[in-house]
């Protein structure tokens, strides 16, 4: 996906980062900001500046934040273990627009493919905040990201086998993002399914 880069000025080395077992979601508690609007905060907390990863505009826009393999400073007590992003608004009161929930479920997905042992969480599932707001939508992100295929609605009863095959790479859907619910598979397709299968297990 893309992501648009910026020059920060930072006030000191930024640490790296040798585990990621969180995807964290905050907002920006501002109804109008920018990544160097947060990055100039930031600096005014006495830290290295901007403390997300990523920064998700209203428009959908997505901007990074500090290096992807740095210590972040945005949920206490998991900032060495992380990845955080940032959606700009105020959703404590503000709607969430379209186009900036779906490059959020775009850019967990992107992640999640990296940092395959990651989770995505909210801030306030991890720290007594109530960061990223009632109207975040955070659920509704997370059955999206986790939601591989269209036609695989996420309350049926196969949706989190059929989810999980995929993240491991055992199973594909068509080029319009189908799984293919209902439909019979060919002795060569399963043929390929297994043989995968049997890999993950010998590289266990």
Avoid at 71 to 99: F, K, L, W
Avoid at 155 to 161: L, P, Q, R, V
Avoid at 187 to 200: D, F, H, N, P, Y
């Amino acid at each position: 996906m893309d992501i648009i880069e910026e020059t920060y000025n930072w006030a000191y080395d930024l640490e790296i980062r040798y585990i990621t077992g969180y995807i964290i979601l905050h907002h920006a508690a501002a109804s109008s900001c920018t990544a160097q609007d947060i990055h100039r905060w930031h600096l005014n907390n006495g830290w290295a500046g901007i403390g997300y990863h990523f920064f998700v505009a209203k428009d959908g826009k997505v901007y990074r934040g500090r290096p992807a393999d740095t210590v972040g400073a945005h949920t206490y007590g998991y900032n060495n273990r992380s990845i955080g992003i940032c959606a700009e608004g105020d959703y404590v009161y503000d709607i969430m627009p379209a186009q900036q929930k779906a490059s959020i479920v775009a850019l967990c997905k992107v992640l999640l493919a990296t940092y395959k042992s990651a989770a995505v969480y909210g801030h306030r599932e991890l720290n007594a905040t109530e960061c990223p707001g009632a109207n975040f939508p955070l659920e509704a992100i997370k059955e999206e990201v986790l939601n591989v295929f269209k036609d695989v609605p996420a309350n049926h009863w196969a949706a989190d086998y059929i989810n999980y095959l995929a993240q491991k790479g055992v199973i594909v859907g068509d080029e319009q993002g189908n799984f293919g619910l209902g439909k019979p598979m060919l002795r060569e397709e399963m043929a390929v399914v297994l043989a995968k299968t049997i890999k993950l297990l010998e590289n266990k």
